[in-house]
């Protein structure tokens, strides 16, 4: 959820579930710059943290993260950074012993493939990886199918890079994103439009 009403620092608040586990709930936050804060051109900008667990030694992952990302000309864009996890050694352990907490991050899109049909507004392709022998390590295809301007489902398969710490010792699993936006608040009224002087 966004929280802040500014155009040029906007920062984000949220939580993930991770369930069935028994201490399903961690904490995100990010604050971030849109493109051309800086100087006409710059690219987006991205602090932030997630996993910020409630159970010391299993939860507990406290990832940094830093992205800079770019809108390309014509349409898509390119993503990357890096990822540190601060928290307990234990949660970034891999299955062979290493404890890797480091990590390059990044993704790509393409434009929009514009449907416009009933129900189906577009398609964007869409690729990402974390690197990282840890839990979060995995990377994979996926698409972006926007019904609206408000909801899209993401799907696609997710490839790990240490199987056995996933569920099932699983190499890969198959995810679906419901993004839903809400407007909890409205926008503010606009400004009224300077009368014009009357025609001659």
Do not use: C
């Amino acid at each position: 959820m966004g929280i802040l009403p500014f155009d040029k620092i906007q920062l984000e608040i949220g939580f993930d579930l991770f369930l069935p586990t028994e201490n399903p709930l961690a904490l995100n936050a990010k604050v971030g710059t849109p493109e051309d804060t800086f100087f006409p051109g710059s690219p987006s900008v991205a602090v932030g943290i997630f996993g910020v667990g409630t159970k010391s030694d299993v939860t507990d992952y406290f990832a940094l993260h830093a992205m800079v990302q770019k809108n390309l000309p014509w349409g898509g864009y390119v993503a990357v950074g890096g990822y540190y996890g601060a928290g307990s050694a234990t949660v970034w352990t891999s299955s062979t012993g290493d404890v890797n907490r480091a990590g390059f991050m990044g993704g790509i899109a393409s434009p929009d493939i514009n449907v416009n049909l009933p129900g189906l507004k577009k398609l964007i392709l869409v690729a990402d990886v974390q690197t990282g022998k840890n839990v979060f390590g995995a990377g994979g295809p996926v698409i972006y199918v926007y019904f609206n301007d408000a909801i899209d489902l993401l799907t696609g398969p997710v490839f790990f890079f240490d199987q056995d710490l996933q569920p099932g010792h699983s190499s890969w699993m198959w995810t679906l994103q419901l993004d839903i936006d809400v407007t909890l608040l409205p926008p503010p009224p606009a400004a009224p439009a300077p009368a014009s002087a009357p025609a001659q």
